[in-house]
């Protein structure tokens, strides 16, 4: 927030913007809406986040069955292709402990990773149709939103306002993400992916999706892939 | 210490004493703050340990409205800091006195409370110049 000037209330739009997903999707663990106005009503736990800033945890399983085009397009239902993936780590040190030496939080992984996993898949950010990015707190999703570069450094909020009502914009967390879903670390994240590739996102499916991206992790290290849509499917 | 790197036994052992200890790499120069037997720079493993005179910055920090520990409740809301020590290294601890709406920012100075880390057994840091 010192960096980009991000506000509480770019917070909150992500928080909103988890409520009112989870609201439509039967797996969701916290569905009750939420507005700006009780956004700021909510008990600080660690100051600027307040409780509907973090996630909720939750015992779950996901599976994905990865396998090769051929045999994936032999079975009944249609695939997602990875049309992209990589992993990107920083220095010496491993998750949390890169806290103590990065030089940027603007720039986190996905700074650093975004350029080869759109040239590898292709396409652009503007070209996703949805995004299931890591959100173990609302901040880490503007991380994540602006170190991929789905817009510049501190426009997350803003994105994240405005996709709501503009489907022409990706579509940030149509699950709900881990902070309504539930707490998977991230394999939720994959499975919603899959399912809005196939089409099979129920209530929360995203309208002619032919391009997600899915991340884990939010600080210097972390992973992503760029999921698409059978063509032949 | 010395050659063996900073290790968590070293580390504990200097802030009872109300000290920061850090390692600096014989091999690149790099100062570091965290425990560890290699270099987060260069990975060399030939670290020298060193006392810290505890100046420094704020680099970023949260206010607790909810204690990490039961045994701080009585204590929130507090400051938990992560200061950027000089000649490099960050390292987290609590940052006390800051007076009622004083707005926070990077880079405010900072230094160790060394009768304070020594009492508590983790790093305690005071605005400078407050």
Redesign the interface.
Known sequence: M?ETGATERDLAAAAINARRRAARNPRALLKSPLTEDTYFRE???????RRVDCTVEVDGACAVLVTSLELARDLRLPPALIASSGWHTH???LDM?S???YES?AKNFGHFMKDRLFAEAGISASDLDAACLYDCFTGVLLQNIEGFGLCPPGGAGELIRNQMDDPSLPQINPSGGLLAEGYLHGINHVAEAVWQLQGMAGPTQVRDCKHVMVCSGGMMDGAAMILTRDARG | MGAEGLSLQNFNEALSRGVIAVSICSACGRQQVIPSVSCFSCGATQLQMKEHNGYGVIFSWVTCHYPFDAAWQAEVPYIVALVEIDGGGRVYGRLLDVPAGFRLRAELPVNLDASETAAKSYPVFRLRGK
């Open positions: 010192e008990p600080y736990i660690a100051e600027p986040f220095s010496f040190d402990g806290i103590l030496t939080g």
